[in-house]
């Protein structure tokens, strides 16, 4: 009676086990092929929790100079501005000039800070803040160009704002280069895209160097804390899906030059 059991149940198993495979995966030693019925989009959600902060332009009666500084938004944070944004420019933890967002072209977002100083702060380090109403999140630049009073509007004070160093969401970035071995299961496509991952979280677009075609790629990912570990996915176009990468990539601040191989 045992025997019958036993055949029983393991009738019932086989079926589950073979069940387990999945057709559109393929898993190989250096990564793992699933296949899609789209391209998929992979983008970093750059939505937050801050607050909107109450920066006041202070009145230049106060101040005796003044400069100013045209700061651009990278593409990255064009699809949240809205006029809600906000940007200003502190010294000595203090508001000096606040700016909101001027549309150019339709396209290009622009802030024109008037910053105002006394004469003795000539020289002394500024430092830029961001509040993207659209991500709910306060970007911090600390590496701005000293206060230097009485300037034009010259190529040294027109700066473009990116998320890497100041987002308060992901203070840690990592520069990442990653080079494809010469023998690829697929020819290459402009349409392949290849991005970093924290779980199914994307932190990170690469870009392929024009000049390289597949073999070099490059981008920054992004961490909550340093040492969060991550993978690389690349979207093959002729394949039709994704491979997923074993190697892990350990983010820091320092950055990376990975060879990866399918």
Not at 59 to 80: G, H, I, K, R, W
Not at 202 to 216: A, H, L, Q, V, Y
Not at 228 to 257: N, V
Request: proline share 6%.
């Amino acid at each position: 009676m045992k025997k019958i059991i036993r055949i029983i149940l393991l009738a019932i198993a086989l079926p589950l086990l073979w069940g387990c495979n999945d057709d559109n995966e393929e898993v190989g030693k250096n990564s793992t092929f699933v296949a899609s019925a789209s391209r998929p989009v992979w983008q970093i959600d750059w939505t937050w929790n801050d607050g909107s902060p109450d920066w006041q332009d202070p009145a230049s009666t106060q101040f005796e100079c003044s400069m100013n500084v045209l700061v651009e938004l990278d593409d990255c944070f064009l699809p949240y501005s809205t006029v809600g944004d906000k940007m200003a420019m502190f010294i000595n933890g203090e508001c000096r000039g606040v700016s909101f967002r001027n549309v150019i072209d339709g396209e290009r977002v622009l802030f024109l800070i008037h910053v105002k100083g006394r004469s003795e702060e000539t020289s002394q380090h500024m430092e830029l803040r961001y509040y993207s109403a659209g991500m709910k999140q306060l970007f911090i630049d600390y590496n701005m160009p000293m206060f230097s009073p009485g300037n034009l509007m010259d190529e040294a004070h027109q700066l473009i704002l990116t998320p890497a160093g100041c987002s308060t969401k992901y203070p840690i970035y990592t520069e990442i280069y990653v080079r494809l071995p010469e023998q690829m299961p697929f020819t290459f496509s402009p349409d392949d895209q290849m991005a970093v991952f924290v779980g199914d979280e994307c932190r990170g677009i690469f870009m392929s160097f024009p000049e390289d075609f597949n073999e070099s790629w490059s981008g920054i990912a992004y961490a909550y804390q340093e040492g969060e570990t991550a993978q690389i996915r690349y979207y093959s176009t002729e394949k039709g899906g994704t491979y997923t990468f074993a190697q892990p990539i350990t983010l820091s601040d320092i950055p990376q030059t990975i060879s990866i191989t399918f």
